[in-house]
């Protein structure tokens, strides 16, 4: 008798699933079962899925899914599942057993390796529906499971914090005695990391060859999860390290693909000190973990790469070692943006000159990738070359403007990959304490006194590199006292969380005033850390560790001099100096601000208000009365309490003021009445081609001048 009519016999159907055609193949009996006249058919599979209740047909798909990544040396499969008619009246229950079979053994069966399916078919009793899709609460918590480990893997960013969630994970029923991840490594496996009980693996030899009859090896050859239920069936299927497994006294384990677009990236152990079964809904839930796992793997590895990638990138392409400069302390910092490869195009660069002074170089070139990094050191090589050629600042930056518009040319029409950068090129004299600064788009400058004082101050400048072939960069003189900082910075350290620059001063502006003083290095850490709280990384990282928006660049250079000290009881002399252009109004009101800066712990605000005044009534008449440019310097020293205040404007006239008699109605000749009044003294003075008008303010302590 032929084993079709035991089956039939029996009341079992069988029946093939053909994937190369998408057909299901039924014996009489199976066909029977299904609703349909009791003879052979042949249904696709949208008849198929209409005969199948909605709810049970997503089981059926897990269990065949399961049974097909397997391959043909699983075992069999269990379903339950309900058979419709065309009403969608549930007319039978019925359970099959599938078994994925090589399409070969089948008669007429595709010879391409397609996978195909073979079942049988019975009735079984009626049963609550409950029953039929499993334990309801078990079912949720294995869901519940899945999603959690999904957005715990989702928010680990490095392989090592994957393989901690990995190693972490543990709900009812799935509590992992020990857990592994491999890796290939070349035509060896590798184990890349592992959790739970203390093994050696010594014995084991990793890393071991590929085709060692290991479980894990054995995933990583054919992709195929590998489900051992028992000890005796571990000892049968792997002989070869049954001996070292054996002592660690566990019963089951289960070993799945880590597959990334369709390629097997590592493989995942679970291993357990408690008996399992691996029914369909337990490998369902294996499948899931280890997709998830793989995703993540994949995606935290590629960070890994990308972010050695920028450590490389960024030591390579970052400046030489600091030059020790006599009479010169300098402190540099670059911190990379948060996004990306984390590498962008600020820099700096300390240039030894043959004139025997040191140029001073700060710059951002735009963007925030690695073609940014790439013109950035491009750049920075040209204008190192073109600094030790012996130019002035501001033919350094024509020549190195000229070379950045020529990386990137048009071409075919439109505007290839151009590139402008932002510069301030700085050649500094330690000697005389000068400092010439010729500016492109770039920040200010700012110096910080010792007593804490930050004061931006302005200098001339032209549009950044790169934009314009036939600019000129003005050049502007700064002098810096003994013990005075002078620092430049790039805008990522000012505009911060989408502020303006002016914000950025304030802040700090509001970090170093009072500060005590402090050496070079922990000022400039001071600064870094003082990036508000929305741009530093996780746990309160400083800028640029995960957060911050754009690159930093940071130089700090204060001045020294031995044997200087601070009187005693009182504070350092501070100054600044500012040439105002004959139609340049504007920094008239510059000049107002930085006088109020200078005077900002000055004990009379009313005498500031006062000085501000006289400052503007003097710079004006320059501009109002000659045809040449104004000088200003002001400088404050003395004792704190009783401070003075000189302010000197210079110009080219020789022309001595003159006291006028002003009318009711008149709009001017009122200027030398207000020095007068406000100003403990003041004077004109012949000197040179021109004349200086200076005034002096003291600083009165006390109620009494409130």
């Known amino acids: 008798m032929r084993t079709e009519d035991v089956l039939a016999a029996a009341g079992v159907g069988v029946w093939t699933w053909d994937d190369a055609r998408g057909v299901m193949v039924l014996d009489a009996v199976a066909a029977e079962l299904f609703g349909l006249p009791a003879e052979a058919a042949v249904l696709t599979e949208a008849t198929f899925r209409a005969r199948v209740h909605i709810e049970d047909f997503a089981t059926m798909e897990r269990v065949i899914g399961l049974a097909a990544s397997e391959g043909p040396d699983a075992g069999p499969r269990e379903v339950v599942f309900r058979v419709v008619d065309t009403s969608n009246e ?52 294995r869901e519940t ?151 993540a793997l994949s995606r935290a590895s590629l960070q890994d790469t990308e972010r050695e990638l920028a450590a490389d990138l960024q030591h390579a392409m970052g400046p030489s070692p600091t030059p020790r400069v006599p009479g010169l302390a300098i402190a540099a910092r670059y911190v990379p943006s948060g996004s990306g490869l984390q590498v962008g195009g600020d820099w700096y660069d300390v240039i030894p000159l043959p004139s025997g002074r040191v140029a001073l170089v700060i710059g951002d070139v735009q963007g925030h990738d690695v073609r940014a990094a790439a013109v950035m050191a491009q750049l920075r090589i040209a ?65 910080l006194s010792d007593d804490g004082t930050l004061q931006v101050r302005p200098t001339d400048g032209g549009p950044p590199l790169g934009v314009e072939l036939s600019t000129d960069y003005p050049v502007t003189r700064l002098s810096l006292q003994p013990r005075e900082t002078l620092l430049l910075c790039t805008d990522g350290l000012l505009e911060t969380g989408r502020r303006h620059q002016d914000a950025g001063w304030e802040r700090l502006r509001r970090v170093v005033r009072g500060l005590p003083v402090t050496g070079l290095e922990q000022l400039a850490d001071t600064l870094l850390e003082s990036v508000p709280d929305e741009d530093t990384g996780p746990g309160g990282a400083p800028a640029g560790g995960a957060g911050n928006e754009d690159d930093i660049a940071l130089l700090l250079l204060r001045r020294e001099e031995a044997g200087w000290q601070v009187p005693r009881g009182g504070a350092p002399v501070r100054r600044f100096v500012l040439q105002v252009g004959q139609y340049e109004p504007a920094r008239i009101a510059q000049a107002r601000r930085q006088l109020t800066t200078l005077l900002h712990d000055w004990t009379d605000q009313d005498a500031v208000h006062g000085a501000v005044l006289m400052l503007s009534e003097m710079l004006t008449n320059v501009l109002a009365h000659t045809e040449g440019d104004a000088l200003l310097v002001a400088e404050v020293g003395g004792v704190v309490g009783d401070r003075k205040l000189r302010v000197e404007v210079a110009d080219s006239s020789d022309e001595l003021p003159h006291r006028r008699e002003p009318g009711e109605l008149a709009s001017s000749g009122r200027g030398l009445l207000l020095m007068d009044s406000l100003a403990d003294a003041w004077g004109a003075e012949p000197r040179g081609a021109g004349k200086t008008i200076w005034f002096e303010l003291g600083e009165r302590s006390g109620a009494g001048h409130a």
């Open 90 to 141: 549930i007319i039978a229950r019925v359970r099959s057993r599938i078994r994925v079979i090589d399409p070969r053994e089948l008669d007429g069966g595709p010879g391409d390796g397609s996978p195909s399916l073979v079942g049988v078919l019975m009735p079984t009793q009626d049963a609550d529906e409950r029953e039929l899709g499993g334990d309801w609460e078990t079912t949720r918590a």
């Open 383 to 447: 204008l190192r070359a073109y600094a030790s050629e012996g130019h002035h600042p501001d033919a350094v930056l024509s020549r190195a403007s000229r070379f950045l518009a020529a990386l990137s040319p048009a071409g075919d029409g439109e505007a290839a990959d151009s590139r402008f950068a932002t510069c301030l090129y700085v050649e500094a004299d330690p000697r005389a304490g000068t400092f010439d600064v010729a500016r492109a788009g770039h920040p200010e400058p700012a110096l």
């Open 145 to 295: 499971f899945v999603l959690r480990t999904g957005q715990a893997l989702s928010e680990a960013n490095t392989v090592h914090e994957v393989l901690q969630v990995v190693a972490g994970l543990t709900m009812p029923g799935f509590r992992p005695d020990g857990v592994a991840v491999f890796d290939r490594a070349g035509d060896e496996l590798r184990l890349l990391d592992y959790q739970g009980r203390d093994q050696d693996f010594a014995p084991m030899g990793f890393p071991m060859p590929m085709d060692t009859d290991y479980p894990a090896a054995e995933v990583m050859r054919t992709g195929r999860a590998v489900y051992v239920s028992t000890p005796e069936e571990f000892a049968e299927r792997f002989p070869q390290v049954w001996p070292v497994v054996e002592p660690l006294n566990r019963t089951s384990w289960a070993y799945l693909p880590l597959v990334v677009a369709g390629r097997v990236i590592g493989a995942w152990l679970a291993a357990f000190d408690y008996h399992l079964d691996f029914d369909w809904a337990e490998r369902a839930t294996f499948s899931s973990i280890a997709r998830l796992v793989a995703q």
